[in-house]
């Protein structure tokens, strides 16, 4: 369990910069205190509430969770962040036509596929999005890999892609894994204020 807990530490905190915490500090040499929780409790860095461990389960199982218990005997670690990521309908062939072209409202495509390593990061962005802009603007996800007719139609070469329709009309395509800010602008010029 401490090698686990080490790269934790590791991985959250960065390496001290000597301009800050260096050898000249009264208690460097004094104290064996790890710079890192120095520097935390100094208020220099955030401290990292993402992960904890798990609590280790009791010896006794019942039989019920008994397949359960056997991954967690020894403890482990457990994201307590709040789901980040929001669904985001997807939109297909059949559907194309009702969901995206015959819309009210403007319509964010994101184009993408399953192997994409960029669009499991944009995914996040485009489902912030939906939330952000609900009721004034529709997100959509569209397999390449199982729609590639409507991909060859609207000229996606590359994934990820986003375009926003608006009447019926392709308006605006963005290409790649773009901040959230970037779409932000996109969406304004198409959203009715």
Known sequence: MAPAAAVLESLAVPR???SIIGASAPWAATAP????????????????RGLRIAP????????????????????SVVCEAPRAAIEVP??????????????DT?????????WCGPCRMIH?????????YNGKLKCLNLNTDEN??????????SIPTIMIFKNGEKKDTVIGAVPESTLVTCIEKFIEK
């Open 148 to 157: 590639q007719d409507i991909a060859t139609k609207y000229g996606v070469r």
């Open 16 to 18: 001290p910069r000597t």
């Open 33 to 48: 205190v790890s710079t890192s929780l120095i520097r935390r409790s100094m208020g220099l860095l955030p401290e990292f």
């Open 90 to 103: 997807e939109v297909t062939k059949s559907t194309w036509q009702s969901l995206v072209m015959e819309c």
């Open 56 to 75: 280790r389960r009791p010896k006794a199982l019942s039989a019920s969770n008994v397949a359960i218990g056997k991954g967690l005997r020894h403890g």
């Open 124 to 132: 996040p962005i485009v489902g912030n999005l939906s939330k952000v």
């Open 106 to 114: 403007p319509v964010l495509v994101e184009f993408w596929a399953p």
